[in-house]
């Protein structure tokens, strides 16, 4: 199955520090997405970054995507404590009918 | 406001229990997923439907089926539940319109 494979596994910062989390996955892809999720809950959906795209912005993330490494990161620029979170990322190809898998994420603590 | 409802967000259950998890979504989507997650182990697939009344098996269906009679319905199932059944399930729905939508998650314990 295609994972997504996100490194490191646990980041602590301070408030106002930029946070990068990185994803690798092995095969070709139609896009990627980025996902939060904060403790006991379900996951929210962050960004969608596709294939032929390279660079997304979305308020403070930034999501890059290089298709010839199979690599993305996530930044989080001027972090907050609310951004304390776990982190996923999860390579989607269509024809296999939207299945994503995902890797263990990040955990990311921001201290304030 | 698009939606993806697990009936229950905490549920204790006995060994030996039938155990049915229910997710329900408005989106009309077809594509619908049950995921489980253990800390360490991350989210993993335990089943997924493309239509009313097909299914498919993720990565760890064993102790579990999965019925969906009605497109907004997508019902897991533990038919005997076990102690190494306690963990976080999330249920998910996915469409080339809205995406990705998860729901907040049933947290199952067996006792």
């Known amino acids: 199955s295609q994972q997504g494979e996100e490194d490191p596994q646990a980041l602590s910062i301070q408030e106002g520090e930029n946070a990068t989390m990185n994803c690798s996955y092995k095969?070709?892809?139609?896009?990627l997405q980025w996902y939060r999720q904060n403790s006991g809950r379900g996951l929210v959906h962050l960004i969608l970054i596709r294939s032929n795209e390279r660079e997304k912005h979305s308020g403070r993330l930034r999501v890059t995507l290089d298709t010839s490494k199979k690599s993305s990161s996530l930044l989080i620029t001027a972090s907050r404590a609310a951004d304390t979170a776990s982190y996923f990322c999860?390579?989607?190809?269509?024809?296999?009918?939207?299945?994503?898998?995902f890797g263990q994420g990040t955990e990311l603590s921001v201290k304030p | 406001d698009v939606k993806v409802t697990q009936s229950s967000r905490y549920l204790v259950k006995r060994t030996g229990e039938k155990v049915f998890l229910e997710c329900v979504q408005d989106m009309d989507h077809e594509n619908m997923f049950w995921y489980r997650q253990d800390p360490g182990l991350g989210l993993r697939l335990i089943y997924f439907?493309?239509?009313?009344?097909?299914?498919e098996k993720g990565d760890i269906p064993e102790g579990y089926s999965v019925s969906r009679e009605k497109k907004e319905r997508f019902s897991l199932i533990l038919e005997s539940a076990s102690t190494n059944q306690t963990s976080m399930y999330l249920c998910?729905?996915?469409?080339?319109?809205?995406?990705?939508?998860f729901g907040s998650g049933t947290r199952l314990t067996v006792v």
């Open positions: 095969t070709s892809i139609n896009n």
């Open positions: 999860a390579p989607l190809i269509y024809n296999q009918g939207g299945k994503l898998i």
């Open positions: 439907s493309y239509d009313v009344k097909m299914k």
């Open positions: 998910a729905s996915w469409g080339h319109l809205h995406g990705y939508t």
